[in-house]
DNA sequence: CGAACGGTTGACAAGGGTCAAGTTCGGTGG
DNA sequence: CCACCGAACTTGACCCTTGTCAACCGTTCG
């Protein structure tokens, strides 16, 4: 099964962690999707944002899907799986600095210096959708939705790591794990605020490293937060269900999140 | 002495932080030099973004320079002085989430929601230009070199965040601190990497805030780097010299920075 | 002169890291 | 079918880093 297979392969395909599974792939624009989100779009830029994007394509976990020589001139959509991006320390191990979800754009961070500094991995097996930045960069010329959709989606990653930035500074390890969980929610379920229950594929070791704690603390912490019925774990399925969501909210602090307001029905900001 | 005065107050010019004090302040665009810096541009850009600055105006430390109700729509360029984004918590105090320094633009993050998360507050007395975000959207449309120094200038900005969410999640306390001065050190001297000399105008409560650990600690880790012959604070005049600068870099595991890449001569990114 | 603020220092406590052993579980091979 | 293996998770004991609280000092400013 090579990993450039266009054919979807029914062992492999993802069951959960799918952005629009239902899509077919032709007529149909991930760049289009995710990028309405952060700015309207209208037929015309959907036509070229279809016309830009390369052919979708299936990555194992543990694949480095972008790098110095991998996928330097792209941008990838994520269409299905979790990836994140690693810098090497002096001591040699990586160092996860950043969490892409299904929906996600990887590559606008190093837009100018393509994948100078970090390497994107992928945590689990996915499926992503590469697009050249020079015909990007054609496309925005002249187009200014085009600009402003770009725009708001650098720029809504760039708060989200402001809300990342945030919790690591003034939060405690577990109110640290409940913000996160919660940044999760937001980010996985933008549009379905009343959503319970997460598809949560990460290892505790990733949780500890994205969080900057030991896995036996993110252990300990998670144990805590079930003790405390806030949230309730499926060990076969992988699954979260959030137990308490306004006493997590209030624990964690979550509702000054850039994200959170993505959720709230009262939203006057998106789109 | 009115915030908003144009005249240039002997007493109020701050000397040790002006990001080209010798600049005349007319045919001179902070922008232009700013952007420059991330995309090149040419005459005509530096013309239209002379016309659409707005004029200086100098601030108070501790001045609210940007919320939803101050400077709403536009950017605000740091001529002098050092400001921070913050974030209300619950318990009713200030989060400090970003640092900004002269030369630096405010309100990228926020671009298409202004003011609606984050205030900006001035830590030292300074000069801001604002301009109005419309007018440069007007400048945008159909001039891609703008288009690509904005989103160079905002993805610059994003990487410095990834670089203290690195500094945040890998790093002890007094490592944290090191990191941090030679973040500064990069950002304040990014053509001259020989400079060893910091003027460093923040309180210990302020650094603690913005590295997640208390005024008492950040006194201590201080003393302890001084102690190591690291570095050299002068009371007097705020300024921290670097007395190894090797040995720091070696310590924090700096190199693996992204603005670290600035600083060195076989820069290839820059320009 | 006295507040107010920022920095410094010490004693003590708590949160989280480290290490090591044990468990569960899915996969692999005989 | 069973034995074995490794990966991820769990738990306990111990200790180090950092937070907390408090007192004290030096400067600045009204």
Same mark, same amino acid.
């Given at each position: 099964m090579p990993s450039s297979s266009l054919a979807v392969d029914e062992k492999l395909q993802p069951k959960h962690y799918t952005v629009s599974s239902s899509q077919a792939w032709f007529g149909y624009s991930i760049y289009f999707d995710i990028l309405s989100q952060h700015g309207a779009l209208s037929r015309h830029e959907r036509e070229t944002l279809r016309m830009l994007q390369g052919s979708p394509k299936r990555v194992r976990k543990?694949?480095?899907?972008?790098s110095d020589t991998c996928n330097n001139g792209m941008l990838l959509a994520i269409q299905d799986g979790w990836a994140c991006s690693c810098r090497l320390t002096k001591d040699g191990d990586r160092q996860i600095i950043d969490l892409y979800l299904p929906g996600d754009i990887v590559g606008l961070r190093d837009y /100018? /210096? &393509?994948g100078r500094f970090d390497e994107i991995i992928m945590l689990t097996e996915g499926l992503i959708i590469p697009a050249p930045k020079n015909k990007i960069d054609k496309a925005m010329e002249g187009n200014s939705k085009l600009i402003h959709a770009f725009l708001g989606a650098a720029m809504y990653q760039s708060n989200i790591m402001a809300d990342r930035l945030n919790n690591l500074i003034s939060h405690d390890a577990t109110t640290r794990i409940a913000y996160f969980i919660l940044e999760l929610h937001a980010r996985l379920h933008l549009g379905h605020p009343e959503a319970r229950d997460i598809f949560f594929p990460l290892s505790q070791q990733v949780i500890g490293d994205l969080l900057g704690m030991t896995n036996v603390h993110v252990c300990r912490c998670l144990n805590h937060l079930e003790s405390l019925e806030l949230l309730h774990r499926d060990k076969e399925t992988r699954n979260i269900k959030i137990l308490n969501y306004e006493e997590l909210l209030s624990l964690a602090g979550f &509702?000054?999140? !850039?994200? !959170?307001s993505y959720l709230k029905p009262s939203n006057t900001i998106a789109h």
């Open positions: 543990g694949e480095v899907i972008k /100018q /210096q &393509s &509702s000054t999140a !850039y994200i !959170y």
